[in-house]
């Protein structure tokens, strides 16, 4: 098992660009998310999935927009990119949403310029 | 407001000593609580779960302790070795059935040879 996979490790966009950040897992987890990691702050929850075709926002979605066409792959869509999105991201699954047992990717390390 | 407080911010320890990290949490309802390992550049692993009924809960050299009465929960490791240098975050879950996840800060432990 590869676990929960994201791509790619490291971007950097110009202001008002749009780009897609890729997750897949293949554990056949129904709850998928994506958080992000900023100095200073806990992971924030962006958007998230408890199957396919189901996705809703969570603590911070703006700018951000999500799909769930299968079970494995969550991708994370910046649709004109900002500054203030300068961010690590994080994707995340498990069984379901109150699964304790969380399987984070390696994150993307995201620059706007 | 959910918040979890996590102390120090940072630590450096000799290879070999112990050292206790600290989470308190204003989280209500309150379902379980969480330490993740999180390596330079890696996504959070997680180390141990806890709920409502447990007080201490052990994964090798990591202790795990909670206090549901004052909200409180300790990371303490034994005999540290140069891996365990990583940031380590608590994690407060809430709610049954719709959990809701709170994130610490993290504390950032150096150990050093």
């Known amino acids: 098992n590869a676990g929960v996979t994201q791509t790619p490790k490291f971007q950097v966009l110009k202001t008002g660009q749009s780009m897609t950040l890729q997750c897949a897992q293949d554990?056949?987890?129904?709850?998928m998310s994506w958080y992000r990691q900023d100095p200073g702050m806990g992971l924030r929850l962006i958007h998230y999935?408890?199957?396919?075709?189901?996705?809703d926002q969570g603590e911070v979605p703006n700018g951000y927009n999500v799909s769930r066409s299968t079970t494995e792959d969550f991708p994370l869509r910046l649709l004109s990119a900002a500054p203030s999105q300068t961010s690590v991201y994080f994707c995340a699954s498990s069984h379901n949403r109150g699964d304790t047992e969380a399987f984070f990717g390696q994150g993307t390390r995201l620059t706007v310029v | 407001k959910n918040q979890v407080e996590q102390s120090p911010q940072s630590l450096i320890i000799l290879e070999g000593k112990n050292c206790t990290l600290q989470c308190n949490y204003t989280v209500s309802p309150f379902s379980n609580l969480r330490w993740y390992k999180q390596d330079t550049g890696r996504g959070p692993v997680s180390l141990t779960i806890?709920?409502?009924?447990?007080n201490t809960k052990s994964n090798g050299r990591y202790t795990a302790t909670l206090d549901a009465d004052t909200k409180q929960s300790s990371l303490h490791i034994t005999a540290s070795q140069l891996s365990d240098s990583a940031s380590y975050i608590c994690?407060?879950?809430?709610?049954?059935?719709?959990?809701?996840?709170?994130f610490g800060t993290g504390t950032r432990l150096t150990i050093i040879p």
């Open positions: 994690v407060v879950s809430s709610q049954f059935g719709n959990e809701k996840l709170t």
């Open positions: 554990m056949n987890h129904e709850y």
């Open positions: 999935s408890v199957g396919a075709g189901i996705t």
């Open positions: 806890m709920t409502f009924s447990e």
